[in-house]
């Protein structure tokens, strides 16, 4: 939750100021997170396995690659303190097929915590219909990219209950790294100063998020996946105190619109999802 905290902060100082192109930058994240998976599964043990988990980890790959440009895009047009809660949603969608598929179930209070995040997100993530007609759009396309995340990370669930972790993450960076190189191949941006330090930047929030993804994996190997994905999304608590500080600090780093009733809804949101994150991990 940490590492994606900073990961969130940099993308969108990275996909506003220096990078706006969210195709060139899930390319250059994308790449380097999939090489760190691939080497530090090679570096870890062995990577063969069964048919069935080198497809469910190929896939998961495939899907994080997609959620990635719908991340991006999103965040590209959306304030951070907005957008991330968005992802927080998941738990409610994980919850459900984690109950159809995995047989998960937990306490009412449990689930009262997840109904608190979802109700938090959408509190955060509102706007007034005068304002940024085409935010709905790109809302729409945020919860799809959530939608998809979620799915990527059933697929590794999985994959993680019959193989070890390092074996899981091979074939999903194997998957991953796929569109990518084919957005390389295709996709011949033109890149200024500026964005050279762009791609040096998110070099380093590709190396976070893996280091993030690798603990996420771990935890979801060896606890329940709603569980994980719940406490995950209190993040927008840090995202929220972070974006805020920035924009009263540093605003040419990042800049949030920042008003009294602003302040107070997003603080209302935050509460009702660390709310909830609590009533989930008790």
């Given at each position: ?18 990078l706006r192109d969210p195709i060139l930058t899930t390319t250059i ?155 390389i191949i295709f996709h011949h941006p033109h890149l200024r100063e ?54 009263f600090l540093h605003p040419k780093i990042l800049r949030e619109r ?25």
């Amino acid at each position: 939750m940490l590492f994606w905290t900073a990961v969130n902060i940099l993308d969108k100082y990275i996909v506003s100021h220096e990078l706006r192109d969210p195709i060139l930058t899930t390319t250059i994240f994308g790449v380097t997170l999939y090489l760190l998976f691939i080497i530090f599964a090679v570096l870890s043990g062995t990577i063969t396995t069964s048919i069935s988990v080198i497809i469910l980890s190929l896939v998961a790959g495939i899907c994080y690659t997609i959620a990635l440009l719908g991340y991006y895009y999103s965040m590209q047009r959306l304030e951070v303190s907005r957008f991330v809660p968005i992802l927080a949603v998941e738990p409610l969608v994980i919850s459900i097929l984690a109950f159809i598929f995995f047989a998960e179930k937990f306490s009412w209070v449990a689930y009262l915590g997840i109904l608190f995040i979802v109700a938090g997100s959408i509190l955060i993530s509102h706007e007034k219909a005068s304002q940024k007609k085409h935010s709905k759009k790109i809302l729409l396309l945020a919860f799809l990219a959530m939608a998809v995340f979620a799915i990527r990370n059933l697929l590794i669930e999985a994959a993680t209950l019959v193989e070890t972790v390092p074996t899981v993450m091979f074939w999903f960076g194997v998957g991953g790294i796929i569109i990518p190189i084919g957005l390389i191949i295709f996709h011949h941006p033109h890149l200024r100063e500026k964005a050279e330090k762009g791609v040096q930047h998110l070099i380093v929030t590709g190396i976070l998020s893996a280091m993030a993804m690798i603990f996420f994996t771990k935890a979801i190997s060896v606890g329940p996946i709603t569980l994980v994905v719940a406490f995950i999304s209190t993040k927008p608590l840090l995202v929220f105190i972070v974006a805020t500080l920035l924009s009263f600090l540093h605003p040419k780093i990042l800049r949030e619109r920042i008003s009294t009733s602003i302040l107070l809804k997003k603080s209302l949101a935050t509460a009702f999802i660390v709310a909830g994150g609590i009533l989930v991990i008790m």
